[in-house]
């Protein structure tokens, strides 16, 4: 189920990034979604001892990223969101990482 939910946060924040410069709230809202429910999961099992914990950092700090995204205090900060896909894709099997 986490890598569900990895690779659906990744799609949404390929589309996000194809729009560029223009944001599109959908594809920002549909990342953060999928984020917070990899982070539940991740939770879930990290209680179970069954994750790691520093799996559960990143997701936090990649939520935190898209979040300035989706609600920009000024311009989008694209490099940013760019290399939180990279994160993001390195926490999926078969897609190209940092």
């Not at 594809?27 to 953060?32: E, P, Q």
Request: a negative charge; hydrophobic letters at 45%.
């Amino acid at each position: 189920m986490a890598e569900d939910q990895a690779r659906e946060a990744l799609a949404a924040l390929d589309k996000a990034i194809a729009h560029k410069p223009r944001k599109d709230d959908a594809d920002f809202a549909a990342a953060l979604e999928h984020l917070c429910k990899l982070r539940d999961v991740l939770l879930a099992e990290a209680r179970q001892g069954a994750a790691p914990r520093e799996r559960l950092g990143q997701v936090n700090a990649l939520i935190s990223v898209v979040l300035a995204g989706h609600f920009p205090l000024g311009s989008v900060p694209w490099p940013e969101v760019e290399r939180a896909r990279g994160v993001l894709a390195g926490m999926v099997p078969g897609q190209d990482g940092p």
